[in-house]
C-alpha cells in the first residue's frame, strides 16, 4: 500500500500496486497541464486507486481527443491522475505520493511530442507514441531482469 495527496493536503489517497508501470510522459497535454517538460506517471488499474480523504474536492477536466478525464484537486489545483474510464485504467502523477516509493521510469513515451527546447538525457527506451499493452509487457520483463 501507498499513500499520497495533493498540494494543500485535501485529497488523500491510497493505492494498492506494485509501482511497476512507472513512465515519463512527454506528450503535449502533460507539458500544459503541469507547466514543464515532462511528467512522471503510474500506469495502474483505475479499481486500485481508494481515496481517503476529499473525494467531494475532486475536480475534472475531459480532453475529448484521448477520451481521458485529467482529474484534480479543485482547491489547490494539483493534477492527481488522468482517468481513461474506457479502459479501467488511470495514470496517476508519481509526484503526489508520499511514501517513499522505490519505483524507477521504464521508459520515455510519446516523445513525438516532446518539447523541442528539452533533451532527453537518460539511456531509457524512447517510444514515439504510447506504448501497446504488450510493449508494456516487455518493458517490464526486462526491467525485472537487472
Ligand atoms: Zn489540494
Ligand atoms: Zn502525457
Keep these: 500500500m501507498h499513500q499520497g495527496s495533493c498540494l494543500c493536503g485535501s485529497v488523500k489517497y491510497s493505492i494498492d500496486d506494485n509501482l511497476q508501470f512507472v513512465v515519463n510522459c512527454h506528450c503535449q497535454f502533460c507539458s500544459k497541464a ?5 511528467t512522471t506517471l503510474l500506469m495502474m488499474p483505475f479499481n486500485k486507486l481508494e481515496f481517503i480523504e476529499g473525494q467531494t474536492l475532486l ?4 480532453v475529448e481527443t ?3 478525464l485529467r482529474v484534480f484537486c479543485s482547491r489547490c489545483g494539483t493534477r492527481l491522475y488522468n482517468h481513461s474510464p474506457s479502459k479501467g485504467m488511470i495514470s496517476l502523477v508519481v509526484a ?12 520515455n513515451i510519446n516523445v513525438g511530442s516532446k518539447c523541442s527546447w528539452y533533451s532527453i538525457a537518460d539511456e531509457l527506451p524512447q517510444f514515439s507514441s ?4 504488450a510493449e508494456f ?6 526491467a525485472l531482469q537487472c
Design 59 to 62: 475536480a475534472s477536466y475531459e
Design 130 to 133: 504510447t506504448p501497446s499493452a
Design 96 to 107: 503526489t505520493l508520499d511514501t517513499d516509493a522505490k519505483l524507477r521510469p521504464l521508459a
Design 137 to 142: 509487457g516487455q518493458l517490464r520483463a526486462s
Design 34 to 38: 503541469h507547466g514543464a517538460a515532462f
Design 66 to 68: 484521448l477520451n481521458s
